[in-house]
């Protein structure tokens, strides 16, 4: 079973504009990543964020979590054609059963 | 380099036949992870070991068989039991058991002929 879900599922922007992922999970974490994949290849780490913190910032990326939503939000700003991949968030799932579960997917195009 | 590797990149396989795709990583992490990703789709987990000659299943382990005897190798069989396998298949690991960065290899898409 899926343990997060990204909304929206495909985004399309134009380039310089932000884009804006969410993603929603079911039960308690310990952190929550997010990962991006390019066609066809393997996915690549972009940031982690603990439980107990709120944002986190890398480059021109932001991460948001709110545990008591159980929501994360992942924010590019000023995209580039190059930032069009699928974006995934992944939780350790449920508490303790360490393991890595991968949402949906976000498809994000940047249109030049 | 410091890395995680798979192998082949494409492989074909005829019903019936049981195939084997190799993961392997020089980054001694002691986690190791199998996903299997359909078009367009998420992640689902196969497997996954977090110490030498352990592993469990994960969400979709019928039809799927590991073992982990090296620390930097976590071999996937995916056997004839698999009544759907045509898929890509991505491997992973990470330092230790908190869940840390997962380093991902480049897949092997595999194809039923």
């Known amino acids: 079973s899926q343990q997060g879900e990204e909304d929206p599922q495909a985004l399309s922007i134009q380039e310089g504009e932000n884009a804006t992922m969410n993603c929603s999970y079911k039960?308690?974490?310990?952190?929550l990543q997010w990962y991006r994949q390019n066609s066809g290849r393997g996915l690549v780490h972009l940031i982690l964020i603990r439980s107990n913190e709120r944002e986190k910032h890398s480059g021109r990326l932001r991460v948001t979590l709110d545990t008591s939503k159980k929501s994360s939000s992942l924010l590019i700003t000023a995209s580039r054609a190059a930032d069009t991949a699928s974006y995934f968030c992944a939780t350790d799932g449920i508490q303790g059963a360490q393991k890595l579960v991968f949402g949906q997917g976000t498809r994000l195009t940047i249109n030049p | 380099d410091g890395g995680i590797t798979q192998s082949p990149k494409y492989l074909f396989r005829k019903e019936g036949q049981n195939v084997t795709l190799s993961c392997e990583q020089n980054?001694?992490?002691?986690?190791m992870y199998w996903y299997r990703q359909d078009p367009g789709q998420g992640l689902r987990l196969i497997y996954y070991s977090q110490i030498v000659n352990d592993f469990q299943k994960g969400d979709i382990a019928e039809g799927y068989s590991v073992s982990r005897e090296k620390k930097e190798s976590f071999p996937l069989t995916v056997t004839s039991a698999q009544k759907n396998p045509t898929a890509f298949y991505l491997c992973a690991s990470s330092i230790d058991r908190d869940l840390s960065e997962a380093f991902f290899g480049q897949g092997t898409r595999l194809t039923v002929v």
């Open positions: 980054l001694n992490h002691d986690a």
């Open positions: 039960t308690s974490i310990n952190n």
